[in-house]
């Protein structure tokens, strides 16, 4: 029941309440109110004015809203009650949201004071979240995302601590840099400003102007050109660029700047900046932190919340699975009179079947059978090809006739899919067609295309606007579906896409409702911030030039209406949000950052990281792997049983060729061997090698020889290396005539092709060229074929220039960039990247070419929409095209953008008509070309914006902030970016997992690699005992070490250094003119002295050897130099020798390392780290790779890209000019930070007016193939398999049973045995073992249960019974001792033995013996001399137990069952004497006042007290004689005298 059980049935109100709450309309009710509510509030705008019919109707509809939900609060708290009883209104989570937001509602209206905060307002817009408990499935995916938000909050301490340390880094480093920049003639600066001290002000300073791109020097010169005249100067503003927020002026400002270099959303802006404007070393310090950040901590998100997506799935899926078996036991039921139906009804079905089919012979049947044939299908599929290819053909400008041909051979087709179909139904009949799957896909396109042709037919010549017929004509895209019947891979694609919709419909709708509320919030809090008060128009501004000069457009990024709002925030789900912040915030304040922190953080790192999750999750899920059984025929099982099958029969894996490169010493001896000691006689040519060297020949022998030389690999690896630097210096930029390229040359041209052509000749004379034994012969291997291509390009180079027919060949000299590849096949761990990644690209290529079929839809339909709108003139004031021509008059050019902006992008002085340079949708290249840059997420808003401003064809565009185009873009980012791009990470992470379960191994880590990552565990899982120092004996000492060993110290110690950080984050620019900054350094000082303090004290009563044996210790005797010398440096040496101050700085910077500290003891922090450690072999091979792949293609950019023209993006600092520069430019397209700009800027051409051919600066067309493949090689494939590796490890590590122990419980007992075991022989004594199970925390131990099991001696006899159960033994030479490795197997099998889990204690044992450096089966004789005279030394001390146990020879599993029957017994002898003190005082009571009988016969009964039947009734009863005799004898043994206890 629903209300408590006190509820009576006489109340009639609260009845009442409860039949009206249960109600079936009730939550129907409620939920479109609040969804009229929603509309209500999104009709609503800031700027709407006051005493219009509108407001007055959104003033009664809110009020009516407000009252409507006052109800239903009143009536639930009625009918449940308000807090106290069990199902009490405050008591369900979805009713406290509904609480909260009525009562912020009412607070306005009842207090008067707070009407004018509109911070309580805003709080309408949490009422759509009253909506989710009342959608199907949706309590359920809440549940999910709230679940996992405690492991995500785990994730985002960790990236909150790496930002702090950061960002104290970044302020310590780089306050105050950004400050200076070109000022125009006239600036004044502001007087008393901060200034650089130092060397840092320096005169290669490059900063931003305040509103452009153009940097500029410090040079007066250099800053007047950039000034536009002279009088121009760099000078100290105020604000930093982007409204302040580019800036390490603070910690707070450092973390926004580091949260957007994690994102990826202009983060190389900062980053170039302060290169010029301190060092070009900066950059490490940023690619460092993206590369930490970004790469890998940033995906820990994604790793929680699939793991905890999954957990999810996985308890729904038993749920189903439990309710399936309880239909099918139900349905066996009913089974016989089932078959018994079926038996009476079957020969009269056969019959009918017989005569149906002898009819039907025939014509019909024959077609039907023709029509189902392979052959049909086939030329179908040819059709469908054939129709996505016209559709594909149109262009802009495309003459009459052109078109026309098109469209009749698309009706043609059209005409061929009826035939197919009234065929079809001929054959099959209405109902066999229209029962298959297939028949209705086509069937239902068939028909709406012939709808299309009858109604263009009839309206042909009306001349009625038919433009819904382009609609109807789109669809037949849809046509492209039918491929699925031939091509399997689109088919599993597409039926994932399928699979996953229930949970992805559910997620969408989760994302619109987030999306709703946070614009509702928006417009409440940023409503009608851009107003001429803030430097924007509010009038329209034509092409960007508002009425009034001197204010800005409008940004696209507003909230003053709901439609804007809520493709503003879209585009911050997206993680676009740097764009939308900077204006905000230059309007509202710092304030508004939080808000799109806020959004970004749910909207990317939550939500699409859970739709990433469904996606993971649906591929890990396919069950249609098909497999062969034994007969032949073909079965399908699961994902694991397949898995599972494949490891039967494949127990080994080795990638294409390795058997004949990465073994070919191993090769080439058994060759030897063969050759050396066989006499077989060789067949010709198979045995002979170039059809001449037969394997006894002495050249081959020779060549044999070499090739097995353990100096043979080094030299040519050196020589690779070697030859990939002269490619790094090699460079167009060089003086042909200079000794530098002149000695590059002559190696490229006569050393290296010579030098590695020896090496292929060598080794195909070893092994035979093309015939010899499959792993032998050298083009065996495709690593072989790999060099001897590279080899020959290098010979065809050398040819070019002398043979000058042969200069067409020359441009194979690009092919040297792939020299580097020859590093691959030597490096065990590229090598299996390799070979796991070509045992994926059959998959890999199956998600490619759905990705380019979705392309190729989408681009279609966009040529439909867009074909010839998204255009402009040069000239912003002419707008049409037709108007569009060169003219003697003055013509004013729009300057063209890095892939944004309207359309134009020419800055010369021809007036013409153009496309944005990012493309358009034109043509089908061009508009494949913009489809996947949105797809990659860079600037995508930007051209959604030009689709809906876009007019008419020839047409410029014209701002639409409303226009219904949006949804084409949105669509598109749902399915292109969230879900087809992720796909790459799907069948990634499923191909490696199935690699991984396929060997039994890792798809990323060399075997040798894995054993370091088990050995890694084994270490962190149990390191062995930790050595504790020995208790000083002087008391001085001992009170020391009893100090620094004590818990309250630590604590003092952790707060010290928290507080410490806290002190180091307030630093800030311009504090030095403030009297903080001599509090803050000398509180700097105070906790430098408290550090020194702490060492000093530790090093006393540890003693040095005891300290320095600490890690954590030497971790803080380094700090502690680091400040000392710091503090000498910048106090006394500074006077005397000139130090760097920013060597002052660095020194001072590596306090905040001391936070590393804190790790100690946040156990999910630990765990994290540790993903990280696992994580590293496998992500060092990735990165070797990766590293690989950015030199080889910044090699080639050099070569074609080395004199484009600086522009917007190419400039000074980014650029192909260096291999250096080339690799960061590169760096910075594998985070997707506007690549595409890079990538139009790389083909600048002459019509642009930015370069000239005379002058070698315009780019090429190669530009496109280059970035794009670079895109797919590093970001889709590389960086994806960051994801799988961070995915495995984080599972493995994550995935333990808390009530099983786990490594984090091994290393809690290894500290707890090191307090017993201060020596660290891995021995302590039996009479210790229970204290010992006392200082361990649960599972291993019972640390921590005392309240949980009824206090201190309650949980002491709980010790020794659970030591009793263990086995253990006392070795020969350890009488009284226990052994660390027995103790520890023992607590684990205890632990798993409870659970009802098995495991394989001995082999656990093995592991942890290794971590043991003797056997304590076999003692060392001084030990055992040790232990017996400590044994001697303590043998009056010894216990009672201890010496009953000598005594009588008892087993440790006896003495501790002994002990604890002890415990019960003495505590009822305690029991015992405190009631018979009470009889005996009763007794003399009684007698001293008459009472002859005090307790004898029914009388004296009646007469008890009620307080002393009590206390009768508390007396345990008598003793059995067993317990008797045995109290007794430890009365006896143990010295006590139990005569009181006679009673």
Not at 479 to 498: A, D, Q
Not at 697 to 722: E, F, G, H, K
Not at 951 to 973: C, E, F, H, K
Request: proline content about 5%; some cysteine; hydrophobic content about 50%.
């Amino acid at each position: 029941m629903l209300f408590d059980s006190g509820v009576d049935a006489a109340l009639k109100p609260r009845r009442a309440a409860i039949f009206f709450v249960e109600a079936p309309f009730f939550d129907s009710v409620i939920l479109f109110v609040i969804l009229m509510n929603c509309v209500t509030m999104a009709w609503e705008s800031p700027l709407d004015p006051s005493g219009t019919w509108k407001a007055a109707l959104l003033d009664v509809c809110e009020w009516f809203f407000l009252g409507v939900f006052t109800v239903e609060l009143l009536a639930k708290v009625v009918a449940y009650g308000f807090f106290f009883n069990k199902h009490a209104y405050l008591r369900d989570p979805w009713c406290q949201i509904d609480f909260v937001v009525v009562v912020l509602a009412w607070i306005p209206i009842l207090v008067h004071s707070f009407a004018q905060y509109s911070v309580l307002r805003a709080f309408r817009a949490l009422r759509p979240l009253r909506a989710l408990k009342r959608l199907p499935g949706m309590p359920a995916l809440v549940h999910s995302i709230i679940s996992s938000l405690p492991r995500v909050a785990n994730v985002g301490a960790l990236c909150g601590f790496i930002f702090l340390v950061f960002a104290v880094v970044g302020v310590e480093i780089f306050k105050g840099m950004l400050h200076y920049r070109c000022a125009q003639p006239g600036f004044v600066e502001l007087a008393g400003h901060p200034i650089l001290g130092g060397e840092l002000v320096i005169d290669r300073r490059q900063l931003q102007l305040v509103a452009g791109s153009t940097a500029a020097y410090a040079d007066e010169d250099t800053c007047a050109v950039a000034a536009g005249g002279p009088g121009g100067r760099c000078a100290y503003f105020q604000r930093t660029p982007n409204e302040g927020l580019m800036s390490f002026d603070n910690v707070g400002l450092a973390f926004v700047t580091l949260l957007q270099c994690v994102t990826f959303d202009d983060w190389t802006e900062v980053m170039y900046s302060l290169m010029v404007a301190l060092s070009p070393y900066v950059v490490l310090y940023f690619v460092a932190f993206v590369a930490l950040g970004g790469f890998f901590v940033i995906n820990l998100f994604l790793a929680v919340v699939f793991e905890e997506h999954s957990a999810q799935q996985a308890e729904l899926e038993a749920e189903q699975y439990a309710q399936r078996l309880l239909t099918e036991q139900l349905a066996e039921v009913h089974s016989d009179e089932a078959d018994a139906a079926q038996a009476l009804l079957l020969p009269s079905a056969t019959s009918s079947d017989a005569i149906v089919t002898d009819e039907e012979k025939g014509a019909a049947a024959m077609l039907a059978e023709i029509m189902s044939s392979d052959g049909s299908g086939l030329v179908a599929t040819v059709l469908v090809v054939i129709n996505l290819v016209l559709m594909t053909m149109p262009y802009e400008g495309m003459s009459a006739e052109y078109a026309s041909r098109l469209d009749d051979l698309s009706t043609t087709i059209t005409w061929i899919f009826i035939g197919e179909m009234a065929l079809k139904l001929y054959g099959l009949g209405c109902e066999g067609y229209w029962r298959d799957g297939w028949n209705r896909l086509d069937g239902t396109i068939v028909s709406i295309s012939f709808f299309e042709m009858v109604l263009s037919a009839l309206f042909a010549d009306s001349g009625m606007n038919l433009s819904f017929l382009r609609i109807l004509r789109m669809l037949r895209v849809a046509r492209m579906l039918r491929l699925m019947r031939s091509w399997k891979g689109l088919y599993k694609i597409v039926s994932t896409f399928v699979k996953s919709i229930p949970a992805m419909a559910n997620l969408f709708l989760l994302m619109l409702l987030f999306m709703f509320i946070f614009a509702l919030l928006a417009m409440q809090l940023f409503g009608g911030m851009y107003n001429p008060q803030t430097g924007y128009s509010t009038e329209p501004c034509l092409q960007g030039r508002c009425p009034d000069p001197r204010l800005m457009e409008e940004p696209r990024y507003h909230f003053d209406y709901f439609v804007p709002a809520l493709s503003s925030v879209f585009v911050l789900f997206t993680g676009e949000w740097v764009d939308a912040m900077v204006p905000a915030v230059g309007a509202v304040g710092l304030p508004a950052v939080f808000f799109f922190i806020f959004v970004v953080v749910i909207g990317r790192y939550l939500l699409i990281n859970l739709l990433i999750a469904i996606v993971l999750s649906s591929f890990a899920d396919d069950s249609d792997t098909p497999v062969f059984i034994e007969d032949g025929t073909v079965g399908e099982l699961s994902a694991g049983t397949a898995r599972a099958a494949g490891s039967r029969a494949t127990t080994t894996r080795t990638a294409p060729g390795d058997d004949a490169q990465h073994d070919a010493r191993a090769d080439a001896v058994a060759l030897l061997e063969e050759t050396s000691y066989s006499w077989t006689n060789y067949t010709w040519p198979q045995d002979y090698s170039f059809l001449c060297f037969s394997p006894r020949n002495p050249v081959r022998q020779a060549c044999l020889m070499l090739v097995t030389s353990p100096l043979y690999d080094t030299v040519i690896i050196i020589a690779i290396l070697i030859s990939s630097v002269c490619l790094a210096l090699d460079s167009p930029r060089l003086d042909p005539e200079g000794p530098l390229a002149v000695g590059l040359h002559t190696l490229d041209m006569y050393f290296w092709p010579w030098l590695f052509g020896a090496e292929l000749l060598i080794k195909a004379i070893s092994f035979g060229f093309v015939y010899g034994e499959q792993p032998r012969a050298y083009l065996r291997s495709p690593w072989n074929q790999l060099d001897a291509v590279i080899v020959l390009a290098s010979f065809l180079a050398i040819a070019t220039e002398q043979f000058p027919a042969l200069a067409p060949l020359a441009n194979l000299r690009v092919l040297r960039v792939l020299r580097p590849l020859r590093l691959v096949s030597r490096s065990a761990g590229m090598r299996l990247i390799i070979s796991s990644l070509a045992q994926a690209l059959p998959a890999v290529a199956n998600v490619a070419g759905v990705m380019l079929a979705l392309m190729a839809v989408f681009a279609v339909l966009g040529m439909q929409l867009y074909m010839g709108k998204l255009g402009a003139c040069t000239d912003p004031s002419i707008l049409t095209k037709a108007e569009c021509v060169p003219a003697d008059s003055l013509r004013r050019v729009l300057k063209g953008g890095s892939g944004g902006g309207g359309g134009g992008g020419g800055s010369d002085d021809v007036v013409r008509w153009e496309n944005p340079r990012v493309g358009s949708f034109d043509d089908i290249g061009s508009a494949m070309l913009v489809l996947y840059v949105m797809s990659t997420g860079d600037s995508w808003e930007q051209d959604m914006y030009r689709m809906m401003d876009a007019t008419q064809p020839g047409v410029a565009s014209v701002r639409n902030d409303y226009s219904l185009s949006s949804i084409y873009s949105i669509v598109w980012m749902f399915i292109g970016s969230f879900f087809a791009m992720n796909l790459f990470v799907g069948v990634i992470v499923d191909d490696f997992n199935r690699i991984k379960a396929e060997t039994d191994g890792s798809a990323t880590m060399t075997p040798e690699q894995l054993q370091w990552v088990n050995t890694m565990k084994a270490l962190v899982d149990n390191p062995g005992p930790e050595r504790v120092s020995p208790v000083p004996k002087s008391c001085f000492r001992r009170a020391i070490f009893n100090l620094v060993t004590s818990a309250p110290f630590d604590a003092f110690i952790m707060a010290v250094i928290i507080a410490n950080v806290a002190l180091m984050s307030c630093d800030f620019w311009g504090m030095e003119q403030t009297a903080f900054e001599h509090e803050y350094n000398s509180a700097m000082d105070y906790f430098a002295y408290i550090f020194y303090a702490e060492a000093v004290l530790k090093i006393s009563g540890l003693g040095l050897a005891g300290y320095w044996a600490d890690r954590w210790s030497r971790f803080d005797f380094f700090l502690v130099c680091t400040s000392l010398f710091d503090q000498i440096a910048s106090e006394v040496l500074a006077g005397v020798l000139p130090i760097p101050p920013m060597l002052l700085r660095t020194l001072r910077v590596l306090r905040i390392v001391r936070i590393l500290r804190l790790l100690r003891s946040f156990k999910e922090l630990r765990s994290l780290l540790v993903t990280m450690i696992y994580s590293f072999p496998s992500l060092l091979n990735v990165s070797c790779l990766l590293t690989l792949v950015v030199f080889m293609y910044a090699v080639l950019g050099v070569d074609l890209f080395c004199f484009v023209a600086h522009q917007d993006l190419i400039d000074a600092g980014r650029n192909f000019e260096t291999l250096g520069n080339a690799a960061l430019l590169l760096f910075q397209c594998l985070t997707g930070d506007a690549w595409s700009g890079l990538m139009v800027e790389a083909m600048v051409s002459e019509e642009l007016g930015l370069c000239t051919e005379a002058a070698g600066d315009c780019g090429i067309w190669l530009a496109i193939p280059y970035f794009i493949s670079f895109q797919m090689i590093g970001s889709f494939v590389l960086l994806n398999l960051v994801v799988a590796v961070i995915l495995e490890n984080f599972t493995n590590v994550n995935g333990a049973n808390p009530d099983l122990v786990t490594a984090l419980d091994l290393d809690r007992f290894r500290e707890a045995w090191g307090r017993f075991d201060p020596d660290a022989d891995f021995y302590i004594r039996v009479e210790e073992l229970p204290q010992l199970v006392l200082a361990v925390t649960p599972p291993m131990g019972l640390a921590g249960r005392e309240e949980a099991l009824g206090g201190t001696k309650a949980v002491l006899l709980a010790a020794r019974k659970l030591c009793a159960k263990l086995d253990l033994q006392q070795y020969n030479g350890h009488l009284g001792e226990v052994a660390y490795i027995d103790v520890l197997n023992a607590l684990v099998k205890h632990n798993f033995t409870s659970k009802s889990v098995n495991i394989d204690t001995d082999t656990f044992r093995a592991r942890v013996q290794n971590l043991v450096p003797f056997d304590p089966r076999s003692p060392p004789p001084e030990k055992v001399h040790a232990a017996f005279q400590r044994q001697k030394s303590q043998s009056l001390e010894l216990s009672a137990p201890d010496r009953l146990a000598r005594e009588y020879n008892l087993s440790l599993q006896q003495r501790f069952a002994f002990e604890a029957m002890r415990d019960h017994l003495l505590v009822w002898i305690g029991r015992s004497r405190a009631r018979a003190a009470l009889v005996q005082a009763e007794l003399a009571k009684r007698k001293g006042a008459g009472a002859h009988k005090p307790f004898g016969g029914v009388k004296g009964a009646a007469r008890k007290r009620p307080a002393e039947q009590d206390q009768q009734q508390t007396l345990p009863p008598p003793l059995p004689p067993q317990q008797a005799r045995a109290i007794a004898y430890l009365e006896e043994r143990f010295g006590k005298t139990p005569r009181e206890v006679k009673t």
